[in-house]
Nanobody, 125 residues
């Protein structure tokens, strides 16, 4: 059974940085896209960033462009999210996701078939 395991969350002051990591464990699978979503308290789970392994193309939500960077290693099914210039509105549970099929928009959570348990990121003002 493949599992995605996130790490790196925590409490940081506004303007600070955090780096999230996500690794697949418990088996082997080949993903086409890996990404990050986040869910603030009482709100929907929203897209943050994604990377398509075939060509390395990355996508970002407008709210994080220029501050967050997604990267990773396809061979290791590992993805990272470097978060700089953090703001209180970035506070959320961050989820790693993976898709093992080629089609579908990377922006929709409905197009991912593997999910991590989530890691809390709290940004204090």
């Amino acid at each position: 059974q493949v599992q995605l395991v996130e790490s790196g969350g925590g409490l940081v002051q506004a303007g600070g940085s955090l780096r999230l990591s996500c690794a697949a464990s418990g088996g082997s699978f080949s993903s086409y896209v890996m990404g990050w979503f986040r869910q603030p308290p009482g709100k929907e789970r929203d897209f943050v960033a994604a990377i398509r392994w075939s060509d390395g193309v990355t996508s970002y939500a407008d709210s994080v462009k220029g501050r967050f960077t997604i990267s990773g290693d396809n061979a290791k099914n590992t993805v990272y999210l470097q978060m700089n210039s953090l703001k209180p509105e970035d506070t959320a549970v961050y989820y790693c996701a993976a898709r093992t099929y080629a089609w579908g928009s990377p922006f929709s959570k409905d197009n991912y078939n593997y999910w991590g348990q989530g890691t809390q990121v709290t940004v204090s003002s």
